[in-house]
């Protein structure tokens, strides 16, 4: 099973500031990777996927990178309704097994 | 406009069976792989299971192998989790996802999940 691992556990950031979270991989997964949003109540939504392909309507502020075992999420300018719960996913090989998140939260 | 519409949360006691429905509407059903994901109280989000489009292939997390079932119904646009010998350790929100293509890939929307309590 590949497990992986996010960092910090909380970001504390100011909005309009930028936001960098960490996802690595404990084996190589290539790029067969996911970021999603999730809110308390709402469904989680995807971000990006493939490490670096945003999915539909989702705003260019949003950009993914990594390979291999590496991964990051960037968040250039924080608006309100980014502070949520942000998880990575990979695809790579049964099981598919998500990060344990990462809290972004209002600085 | 796509939507997924989860059912079949409840009280379970343990030793339980619960089925999970999920009924899909805005999108065609039968070209879509589909997944289940799971969020315990004050946990993360834990992938449970997917079926490929053709409902041919299934996959499970190792804790529900041998007791969770996943089908679909393309007459129905429906997706099920079949729960038998539920543990407590099976409370959670479940959400029905669906996937970006006819295999299991990146799951690109998600329904707003149904709540299963196993407690006796």
């Known amino acids: 099973e590949i497990v992986m691992t996010q960092s910090p556990a909380t970001l504390s950031v100011s909005p309009g500031e930028r936001a960098t979270l960490s996802c690595r991989a404990s084996q190589s997964i290539a790029t067969k990777l996911a970021w999603y949003q999730h809110k308390p109540g709402r469904a989680p939504r995807l971000l990006i996927y493939?490490?670096?392909t945003r999915a539909t309507a989702i705003p260019a502020r949003f950009s993914g990178s990594g390979s291999g075992t590496e991964f990051t999420l960037t968040i250039s300018s924080l608006q309100s309704e980014d502070f949520a719960v942000y998880y990575c996913?990979?695809?790579?090989?049964?099981?598919?097994?998500f990060g344990q998140g990462t809290k972004l939260e209002i600085k | 406009e796509m939507q997924l519409l989860e059912s079949g949360g409840n009280l379970a006691q343990p030793g339980g069976s619960l089925r999970l429905s999920c009924a899909a509407s805005?999108?065609?059903?039968?070209?879509?792989?589909m997944t289940w994901v799971r969020q315990a109280p004050g946990k993360g989000l834990e992938w449970v299971s997917s079926?490929?489009?053709?409902?041919?292939?299934?996959y499970y997390v190792d804790s529900v192998k041998g007791r969770f079932t996943i089908s679909r119904d393309s007459s129905k646009n429906t997706l099920y989790l079949q729960m038998n010998s539920l543990r407590a350790e099976d409370t959670a929100r479940y959400y029905c996802?669906?996937?970006?293509?006819?295999?299991?890939?990146?799951?690109?929307?998600w329904g707003q999940g149904t709540l299963v309590t196993v407690s006796s």
């Open positions: 996913q990979h695809y790579n090989s049964w099981p598919y097994t």
């Open positions: 996802a669906k996937n970006d293509g006819d295999w299991p890939l990146s799951n690109d929307y």
């Open positions: 493939g490490a670096s």
């Open positions: 805005g999108f065609t059903f039968s070209n879509y792989a």
């Open positions: 079926i490929s489009g053709s409902g041919y292939s299934a």
